[in-house]
């Protein structure tokens, strides 16, 4: 190795450390320690629990909206609809409640920008719902808008 005896046999004592090391780890992992049984119950009841605290049932309900949205012709376009604003956690449900004029405000302002003929088209209904979702949870701070459920959607 290096030529000096006493550097050679340092050497070669770490490694064979190192090495029963090695070999210690496996052998106590493989066969020694045995992982504790999971209580499959209570597992399952903390489960249930959580779930029931953090996803909330319904969210911030929008009853019929109508939103005036941009025209090419002189003929007055508008949107009306109805949904459903679902958040993440029980606990963010009442600060949607909270900031419903702002989510009043920010619908129209959203829709304003779009035409009616992106409105009326499936990628424009999705894009719609990206757009309101993501300016929301920008407005709001946090990541708060989990879903948006269209209840109705009309562009006439």
Avoid: H
Wanted: hydrophobic content about 40%.
């Amino acid at each position: 190795m290096t030529g000096k005896k006493l550097v050679d046999l340092i050497i070669a004592g770490i490694l064979t450390l190192v090495g029963a090391a090695t070999a210690g780890v496996f052998v106590y992992t493989e066969f020694v320690y045995k992982r504790p049984l999971v209580d499959e119950s209570a597992e399952q009841k903390a489960l249930t629990q959580n779930l029931k605290n953090s996803i909330p049932r319904e969210g911030l309900k929008i009853d019929k909206m109508a939103v005036n949205i941009k025209s090419e012709s002189s003929r007055l376009r508008f949107l009306e609809l109805s949904m459903q604003i679902i958040p993440f956690t029980v606990k963010q449900k009442e600060i949607l409640e909270k900031a419903t004029p702002l989510v009043y405000d920010r619908i129209g302002q959203v829709a304003g920008k779009m035409t009616p003929e992106d409105l009326n088209s499936i990628s424009g209904k999705i894009l719609f719902e990206d757009r309101l979702k993501r300016k929301l949870n920008e407005d709001l701070g946090d990541q708060i808008v989990r879903e948006i459920y269209f209840t109705g959607f009309v562009v006439q």
